[in-house]
């Protein structure tokens, strides 16, 4: 059983598990991806929009293009206040709170909290046992031109919430690497996968396209697993869940 992730733009994602569509933080989609796995009709049982928290990067209104074939969009819960949100028809959305969870008959929701606003959310798909954790703007947000006072509540924030995230096990995650950090651009998900167990990475909101691989010291001692980084919106990638993970 693989898993079909495709890149829309900054953290957006599509990922096909099972027979299952899950969409993530879809603010910007220029090759029409999801409009055209939708269009695909029968082959899917069900799909899902995600969005994280409300900052235009991650949350915009043309997903409610999607409403007739949504199950159901699950939000953060700062998206309830703006007005975006009440174009939403009302019965099929879910705000989610920090350390919250919501399931249906496809999926098991898990919600954690976050750096900047909104949360995170670890997504179980019930058929296949696959288990997607999507951080959204979690992170260890080092801007080296701020004072040390505002770093150091930004390390404290990072560290509070990774405790959270202690033996957190996910076939698959995505993690933010952002380009605009400079220097600091992997010291979050450096912590991340240290305290985590995942199968694969997958980094994102980096608009910069700043070209980040993981270097021989990335990973901790006996972790190894498959990283990729997307650039180019539409590009897609098989996830091998079969006799070990790699990424196609
Ligand atoms: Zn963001």
Redesign the pocket.
Known sequence: MDIAVTYLL??GFLVRVGRILLVFDDFEDQQDVVGKALQAGDDYDAVYFFASHA?F??FDKHILNYQQEAARYIFGYDIRRTKRARLFPQEKVTYMRPYEEWEDDCLKVESYDST?VGVAFRVTEKATGKSIFHAG?FNWWDWTGETAENRKLAENAFRKQLKRLVGMKADLAFFPVDGRLGPMQDKGVREFIRVTDIGVLITM?DLEESGWKPGVDFFPEGKRFPVWSPVVPGEKKLVEMTGGITVK
Do not use: A
Request: negative net charge.
């Open positions: 900054n953290s900052h990067d991650h900047d703007d909101h």
